[in-house]
């Protein structure tokens, strides 16, 4: 039997999955996606900041880089909402 390819949609909910668990490669993964357009995502440099200042936080060296990156092409109000939705999900996911 040959295996199928995880759809995009898939792989977004399974790394939105991860993520909500507080496993810091989802974090970059979806960074990833959403800098560059992977998976089915939309660029959305607001949300890889966001994704990459949380793997970032969790020691992710290369979320550090890559966050670096996209600031250099957002606005100061961009990566401030960045900012904004990073602290916001840190708080929706700690009990």
Excluded at 73 to 83: F, K, L, R, Y
């Amino acid at each position: 039997m040959a295996s199928h390819p995880v759809t995009e949609v898939q792989f977004i909910h399974a790394q939105m999955a991860a993520a909500m668990a507080g496993q810091p490669d989802a974090y970059y993964e979806l960074g990833v996606a959403y800098a560059v357009g992977r998976n089915g995502v939309d660029i959305d440099l607001v949300e890889a900041h966001k994704w990459f200042n949380l793997a970032a936080m969790s020691g992710d060296e290369r979320a550090q880089l890559d966050r670096s990156e996209v600031a250099a092409s957002m606005t100061p109000a961009e990566v401030a909402a960045a900012q904004r939705e990073a602290r916001a999900f840190l708080m929706q996911t700690r009990h």
